[in-house]
């Protein structure tokens, strides 16, 4: 079996200015109209992230329904991680091994998101930037928000202008998106891509249900008995199901799929 097709099977239903990169124009112009959204850029990569809030609220779905708690603020980057960030981050480090797929360039386009990366490697670009990984509960909660929604818009049925995605019919892009073209997506915070384009990493180690339990800024730190780590968000290449807010997906670590990325969470005290 493919890793698409692990990605596909194996899943569970259940940051103030503008980057060096600059956004559409009406990506920032949405976010304003979608309340009191909180920017800053990294000066690290040109990265712009968003202010996410903490709160309490109800994660996952079905029989995987539980009561979390977030008890610290943190930025978010508002979209993953681009090619050219990538570069300029290997340029500085001499990071080895770069990106699978970068001598494809129907994926190495500056502004489309870096895919081909393990979860080592976003670990390393995360520290070098001064960031880490999203938990999966914060990557949840900035693509969700207080009114739950499905989706990171909210409950309305996806269209082609607010996600990146396969459609029934098997039409569709053939490769990554530019970040951010779909700000008519925007979630509550202000993140866009949360919903297809490209899958994201998250911290944890993946356990296939969180059984109901309430928790308090959780994180599977531990492998426990796993073998593989969280992704979230849908990608290019997967149906709108699969980008549903609370839907939790699964790739091993060392996996380098061309529909997979990472963003960086900045914690507030930087």
């Known amino acids: 079996m493919s890793v698409r097709s692990l990605v ?6 259940l940051l103030v200015g ?31 992230a ?27 980057y508002q979209v993953p991680v681009t090619n050219a960030q990538y570069r300029k981050f290997v340029k500085a480090t001499g990071y080895q091994p770069e990106p699978a797929h970068w001598s494809n360039p129907a994926f ?25 990984l999203p938990t999966e509960a914060e990557w949840e909660w900035a693509a969700r928000g207080p009114e739950g929604g499905k989706f990171p818009w909210g409950n309305a049925d996806a269209t082609e202008k607010l996600a990146v995605y396969k ?32 899958t994201q990493w ?10 109901g339990e309430a928790a308090i800024d959780p994180l599977i730190a531990e492998k426990v008995d796993a073998e593989v780590r969280v992704i979230r968000g849908g990608s290019w290449v997967h149906s709108i199901a699969l980008a549903r807010s609370f839907y939790r ?3 091993p670590p060392d996996a380098t799929t061309d529909t997979n990325g990472f963003r960086v969470v900045l914690d507030a005290s930087r």
């Open 50 to 76: 968003v202010w996410v809030t903490p709160a309490k609220f109800t994660m996952g779905a079905g029989a995987d329904l539980h009561e979390v708690t977030l008890t610290r603020p943190y930025w978010l």
């Open 108 to 132: 190495s386009a500056d502004l489309q998101p870096v895919v081909g990366v393990a979860h080592k490697d976003a670990v390393a670009y995360c520290k070098w930037a001064g960031g880490r």
């Open 8 to 13: 596909g099977c194996c899943a569970l239903f």
């Open 167 to 198: 459609a029934e019919d098997g039409s569709g892009p053939q490769h990554p998106e530019p970040v951010g073209s779909r700000p008519d997506g925007m979630s509550w915070c202000g993140a866009l891509d949360m919903a297809g384009n490209v």
């Open 18 to 48: 503008v980057s060096t990169l600059p956004l559409p124009r009406s990506a920032e112009a949405q976010s304003r109209k979608r309340g009191e959204i909180k920017t800053k850029v990294n000066p690290i990569d040109g990265a712009t």
């Open 202 to 211: 998250c911290q944890d180690w993946y356990i296939p249900q969180r059984r």
């Open 249 to 251: 997906s699964l790739l």
